[in-house]
């Protein structure tokens, strides 16, 4: 069954959810958790995103945010391959072998909340 269509406009106020593929974990370790934080900040730098709560649990990530340029997707697409490439060029080649499978996060969830 297809998706509904994710309907984007200036100033929406989104609920994000994400989760690892198979459920797998996205953070690791606090390092993790500092490097999405980072990833997050330059894309809300480049999308002019706005974010109003997040949390951060060991297989998926909550947000709540405004979107003033209506440009979700696109900073999504984005943001889940910057933040995904840079995952596994870090744990790649770690001595830990469940780090050592390259990791992928799945398609975002998104709920407007006007």
Same mark, same amino acid.
């Given at each position: 069954? #297809? @998706?509904?269509? !994710?309907?984007? *406009?200036?100033? &929406? ?8 593929? !198979?459920? =797998? #974990?996205?953070?690791? +370790?606090? !390092? +993790? @958790? =500092? /490097?999405? $934080? #980072?990833? /997050?900040? =330059? &894309? ?5 995103? $706005?974010? %109003?709560? *997040?949390?951060?649990?060991g297989n998926h990530f909550h947000r709540v945010m405004e979107t003033p340029k209506g440009n979700l997707v696109a900073g999504m697409k984005w943001f889940l391959?910057? *933040?995904? #490439?840079?995952?596994?060029? @870090? %744990? /790649?080649?770690?001595?830990?072998? +469940? /780090? !050592? ?6 398609? &975002? @969830? ?5």
């Amino acid at each position: 069954m #297809a @998706r509904k269509l !994710r309907i984007e *406009y200036p100033g &929406a106020i989104c609920h994000v959810m994400n989760r690892g593929d !198979r459920r =797998e #974990a996205i953070f690791h +370790d606090d !390092r +993790d @958790r =500092e /490097l999405f $934080l #980072a990833t /997050l900040g =330059e &894309a809300c730098g480049k999308a002019d995103w $706005l974010v %109003h709560a *997040y949390c951060l649990m060991g297989n998926h990530f909550h947000r709540v945010m405004e979107t003033p340029k209506g440009n979700l997707v696109a900073g999504m697409k984005w943001f889940l391959g910057t *933040y995904t #490439a840079r995952l596994n060029r @870090r %744990h /790649l080649g770690s001595a830990n072998d +469940d /780090l !050592r499978t390259p990791k992928k996060i799945g398609a &975002a @969830r998104l709920t407007d909340q006007d």
